[in-house]
Structure formats: C-alpha cells, structure tokens
C-alpha cells in the first residue's frame, strides 16, 4: 500500500505546530519552509486536516492554521483518513466470476472470495494499528530519541 507524501508532511506539522506552543495560526508559508515544501501543495493537506478537525484554519494577512486538538486525540488513523480519505484501500472487482468464472451458478459465489476476505483482514488490522497510535506518542518518541528538537523547532521558527 502506498500512501500520498502529505500523511507525512500532515504528521510533521502537526507535530511542528505543537512544538511551537504558540496556539496561534501560523501561515501555510512558514510551515512549509521548515521542511522546504511547496506552500500550495501543503495548503492542500493543512486544508484537509481543518476538514477533519484537526486544524483549525484562519483566513486573511494573520492566518493560518493551529491544533484544535492535543496530540493526545489526534491518532495516525485520524491524519491518514484526512489526507486520503475513508475508502477502503482494496477495492474487490470480484474477478472470478470473469472468464473461466463466468459460466458458473450463482451458488458457486455464495461464500465471500477468500482474497477479499484475506485483504479486508489486513487492512483492519493495518488501520487498528494507525488508530491505536496518537501523536503524542510520536511525539514522546521523538523527544525521548531527540531531547532537544522541541527548543530547535522553536528557535527556528523566531528567527526566520
């Protein structure tokens, strides 16, 4: 499974935006410098963080985006159903009644397709992992291996 680059970059500013403390909006431009990212393309993924709750966007020359949420609520499933949306990531076809399937009863589809049913069980278990995950542990992680990063993002963000 492949996941769009902005569940990254969704997870890294909202991590930024509590390392900033400011609770504050802080513009799409100033995010996306911390990471050299195109600011539109980021807008796109803040944007749908505020769809979801998330974020919070403020509109005009002092606007941006801030955490409407601690860390403590915000799990991986959450940022990932924001940015990719709540389909399934396996689509069945049911490809066997195709082909040689094709001339078979309806009674030899009655059971569901062992493919189908083997995907859906680990993309369950896929999304009970992400769900089971907050961005507070990420961040805790992150602080434990990196104590200083929270004052370098801090100090970072006032001087540019």
Not at 142 to 150: G, N, S, V, Y
Request: a neutral charge; proline letters at 6%; charged letters at 25%.
């Amino acid at each position: 499974m492949r996941m769009n680059e902005g569940v990254e970059w969704a997870v890294h500013v909202c991590l930024l935006l509590d390392w900033m403390g400011t609770g504050e909006p802080v513009s799409t431009t100033r995010l996306a410098a911390g990471y050299e990212l195109p600011p539109p393309y980021l807008n796109k993924q803040l944007q749908a963080l505020a769809r979801a709750g998330i974020l919070a966007s403020t509109p005009g020359a002092r606007g941006g985006f801030r955490l409407v949420r601690p860390l403590e609520k915000i799990t991986l499933m959450d940022v990932v159903t924001a940015i990719e949306g709540p389909e399934e990531a396996f689509q069945c076809a049911d490809i066997r009644r195709r082909g040689m399937g094709a001339d078979q009863a309806e009674s030899a589809f009655e059971l569901p397709c062992t493919v189908h049913t083997a995907m859906r069980h680990a993309e369950y278990a896929w999304r009970r992992a992400l769900a089971a995950q907050t961005l507070a542990d990420i961040r805790a992680k992150t602080e434990r291996m990196l104590p200083t990063l929270a004052d370098r993002v801090r100090s970072w963000y006032e001087l540019n």
